[in-house]
């Protein structure tokens, strides 16, 4: 990929911002439906290893991205549980790991390919 350290930056963007909207005390987010916190760390995550899955097409690579992403996870966990406002929870990470694989899983659709494809479409 030729745009690759646009799209790592952009991936270290998102996060960043992830790791903020963690780590605030209210991040004012919230899903108004059962498990929504879950839903949001599955949806997050599916994002984040897709994204970086996108940028890194190998499949030893993508299960990199995808344990990185995992690790996140839990460094996020961590971090929340040494800050007050904030709580840990394990079941966050499982939800984390749920994104991961959602998104190992779509890796193999034409959406592993988006940010090749956006690359293609605009070099045109």
């Known amino acids: 990929m030729r745009w690759c350290p646009l799209w790592t930056g952009i991936g270290v963007a998102l996060m960043l911002f ?3 909207m963690a780590l605030r005390p209210d991040p004012g987010v919230t899903l108004a439906v059962p498990a929504g916190d879950k839903l949001l760390h599955a949806f997050t ?3 984040l290893s897709g994204w970086w899955g996108n940028v890194y097409p ?3 690579a993508r299960r990199l991205a995808a344990l990185g992403c995992l690790l ?3 460094f996020i966990e961590l971090a929340q549980w040494l800050d007050p406002p904030r709580d840990a929870d394990a079941l966050d990470v499982l939800a984390d790991a749920a994104g991961i694989a959602l998104a190992l899983v779509l890796l193999r659709t034409p959406l592993g390919h988006v940010l090749a494809g956006v690359e293609r479409l ?3």
């Open 45 to 47: 995550f599916a994002v």
């Open 18 to 20: 992830t790791l903020w």
């Open 122 to 124: 605009v070099g045109r």
């Open 58 to 60: 190998g499949l030893r």
């Open 72 to 74: 996140f996870g839990v």
